[in-house]
């Protein structure tokens, strides 16, 4: 079973960076069933959770929301079963609980929430003006 480890969050002020880790374990050994659709999520109190990017493990290019992109940067290492999230010249509004999720193939790496069944608890990013 595929559990989700968040971390890196923290209080920040507006313009400076943070990096978000999140650490997968469960994985089988086989390299075939080691790719997965992940994707960074977040959730600001009062609002639903939506997507800030998204990326397939085999290979692939990343999707980000227009919201971060230019400012983020979704990547991983694969040898540390390890997802990143850089978030360059944060804001108030990046303020909020972020999630990392996964999904198995055959899969999309989409923003869309339901389309991820593995969630992580989450890690949270305070942004001040």
């Known amino acids: 079973q595929v559990q989700l480890v968040e971390s890196g969050g923290g209080s920040v002020q507006a313009g400076w960076s943070l990096r978000l880790s999140c650490a997968a374990s469960g994985y089988t050994s086989s390299s075939s069933s080691s790719s997965y659709c992940m994707g960074w999520f977040r959730q600001a109190p009062g609002k639903e959770r939506e997507g800030v990017a998204a990326i397939y493990t085999g290979g692939g290019s990343a999707d980000y929301a227009d919201s971060v992109k230019g400012r983020f940067t979704i990547s991983q290492d694969k040898a540390k079963n390890t997802l990143y999230l850089q978030m360059n010249s944060l804001k108030p509004e990046d303020t909020a609980m972020y999630y990392c999720?996964?999904?198995?193939?055959?899969?999309?790496?989409?923003?869309?929430?339901?389309?991820?069944?593995?969630w992580g608890r989450g890690t949270q990013v305070t942004v001040s003006s």
């Open positions: 999720a996964a999904e198995r193939p055959p899969c999309m790496p989409t923003m869309r929430v339901n389309e991820y069944n593995i």
